[in-house]
């Protein structure tokens, strides 16, 4: 099983710029997150899907916008990129609510 | 919202030594998870405790509950280069989604 998978897993974008990350899960789990990770400040909750249908906002969503496309994908979209924007950006999946969470390996993002 | 503090934030150990990594909230938790995260990799669930007072071993990690559920510890014995990376805390609060601590790097003096 290849798990939690995200494209790309580098990007390079200009200010203003628009891009989707992308994020897949074989393991037929409901829920489903995106989480950015910066350094000093541990990894925080853009916005999540508990199911398929469902997209609710995190601690950090402005600038984001999400797409619950079916129960196996997980969008992350940006459509203005500004340079606090910088990160890393993980995806991951859980079975339901308190389950532990699978991650994927990122897409490092800089925004110039 | 809700906080999770991690300290230290920075452990420097020779190898063989011990290291502990503590987490602590002001409010009561549904539950802990710690997750591990090698440099240059992605954070991978090590365990998840619920139970006031809980302990759990994985070998030579000894992970601990607060018996009023607002802390937790992870105890490695004899720390190996294998030990090299970011450790953190997750808690849960109530209902609500995981709240994340800032991590704990560790790196090993060989």
């Known amino acids: 099983n290849a798990g939690v998978t995200q494209t790309p897993k580098f990007q390079v974008l200009k200010t203003g710029q628009s891009m989707t990350l992308q994020c897949a899960q074989d393991?037929?789990?409901?829920?489903m997150y995106w989480y950015r990770q910066d350094p000093g400040m541990g990894l925080r909750l853009i916005y999540y899907s508990a199911s398929e249908g469902t997209t609710d906002k995190g601690e950090v969503p402005n600038g984001y916008n999400v797409s619950r496309l079916n129960k196996r994908e997980f969008s992350l979209r940006l459509e203005s990129a500004a340079p606090s924007q910088t990160s890393v950006y993980f995806c991951a999946s859980e079975i339901q609510g308190t389950s532990p969470l699978h991650f994927g390996n990122g897409t490092r993002l800089t925004v110039t | 919202g809700q906080q999770v503090m991690q300290i230290p934030q920075y452990q420097h150990v020779q190898e063989g030594e011990d290291f502990t990594t503590y987490c602590n909230s002001s409010?009561?938790?549904?539950?802990i998870q710690w997750y591990k995260q090698r440099p240059g990799g992605h954070p991978v669930f090590l365990i998840q405790l619920v139970k006031s007072g809980e302990v759990k071993k994985q070998k030579r990690l000894t992970f601990q509950f607060g018996e009023a559920k607002k802390n937790s510890s992870l105890h490695i014995t004899a720390t190996q280069t294998t030990d090299v990376g970011t450790y953190f805390c997750a808690g849960i609060f109530g209902n609500e989604k995981l709240t994340f601590g800032t991590g704990t790097r560790l790196t090993i003096i060989p």
């Open positions: 409010t009561t938790l549904s539950n």
């Open positions: 393991m037929n789990h409901n829920s």
